[in-house]
C-alpha cells in the first residue's frame, strides 16, 4: 500500500496520559500536515512540515502538543497531559511541493480521553 | 483570515437526478479551491481542484465543480448521482502564492442519494 499510514487507529488513554500518534506519508511527498476533526465538523489544521522543517503551527497547538518529522521522512505528534477535550479524530496528510497540489489524507487515529 | 462556508448540512437527491453542493469562501488573495469526500470509516479523498484558467474543472467519479470570483463560490456538481456518491463531502481552501501550509476546510455536507 503506498497512501499514507497512521498508527494506532484507535488509542483509548486516561486524562494526563501522554499519547504519542506516528504518521508514514507518501514516500515521495515532501510536505506533512496533521489536522484534528471533531464530529460534525471539518478538519482543523494543527501544523505542517515541509521535509523536516515545522514551518506553521496553529493557535490550536497548545504547549501540550508537539509533533516532529525527523529526517524528512514519518512523523510524530504527542501530546502531553491529556485532557477530554483532545478526544477526536488526528488526521495526517502529505503531498508534493508547491500550495496547488491536493493532499493526500490517512485513515486518521481516534483518540478517546476518559 | 480565511474561512469557507457549506450552508447545507444535509443534501437529499433521488438517484439519476443532478446535485449540487454549496460551498462559499472568504480569503485575502487568490485562492485554489478543493474539493474532498470521506466515505464511512476511511480517511478523505481528492476529488477535484481550481487553480487558474478555466472556471469549470472535472474532477473524479463525474463530479464537476464551478468557480465563480464574483460570487465566491466553489461548487459541488454532478449531472446523475448514483446511490455511491453518498457521503460527506467537504470543500477547502488556500491562498495562493503565500507559502503557507494551511487549508481551511468546511464543516462538510452529508449527500445522501436515495434509490
Known amino acids: 500500500d503506498t497512501g499514507v499510514s497512521q498508527d494506532p487507529r484507535h488509542k483509548i488513554t486516561k486524562r494526563g496520559q501522554n499519547v504519542t500518534f506516528r504518521c508514514d506519508p507518501i514516500s515521495e511527498h515532501n510536505r506533512l500536515y496533521w489536522y484534528r476533526q471533531t464530529l460534525g465538523q471539518g478538519p482543523e489544521f494543527l501544523t505542517y512540515f515541509q521535509n523536516e522543517a515545522q514551518l506553521e503551527k496553529s493557535r490550536l497547538l497548545s504547549d501540550r502538543f508537539s509533533a516532529e518529522r525527523p529526517k524528512g521522512s514519518f512523523s510524530t505528534l504527542e501530546i502531553q497531559r491529556t485532557e477530554q477535550g483532545d478526544s477526536a479524530m488526528y488526521l495526517c496528510a502529505s503531498s508534493l511541493d508547491r500550495d496547488y497540489n491536493e493532499q493526500f489524507f490517512g485513515p486518521g487515529t481516534r483518540l478517546t480521553v476518559l | 483570515a480565511q474561512s469557507v462556508a457549506q450552508p447545507e448540512d444535509q443534501v437529499n437527491v433521488a438517484e439519476g437526478n443532478p446535485l449540487t453542493v454549496k460551498c462559499t469562501y472568504s480569503?485575502?488573495?487568490?485562492?485554489?479551491l478543493f474539493w474532498y469526500v470521506q466515505y464511512p470509516n476511511r480517511g478523505l479523498q481528492f476529488l477535484l481542484k481550481?487553480?487558474?484558467?478555466?472556471?469549470l474543472v472535472k474532477g473524479s467519479y463525474g463530479f464537476e465543480a464551478e468557480f465563480n470570483k464574483s460570487q465566491t463560490s466553489f461548487h459541488l456538481k454532478k449531472p446523475s448521482a448514483l446511490v455511491s456518491d453518498s457521503a460527506l463531502y467537504f470543500c477547502?481552501?488556500?491562498?495562493?502564492?503565500?507559502?503557507?501550509?494551511?487549508?481551511?476546510f468546511g464543516d462538510g455536507t452529508t449527500l445522501t442519494v436515495k434509490p
Open positions: 480569503v485575502s488573495g487568490n485562492p485554489y
Open positions: 477547502a481552501v488556500r491562498v495562493l502564492n503565500t507559502n503557507a501550509g494551511k487549508s481551511t
Open positions: 481550481y487553480i487558474t484558467g478555466d472556471n
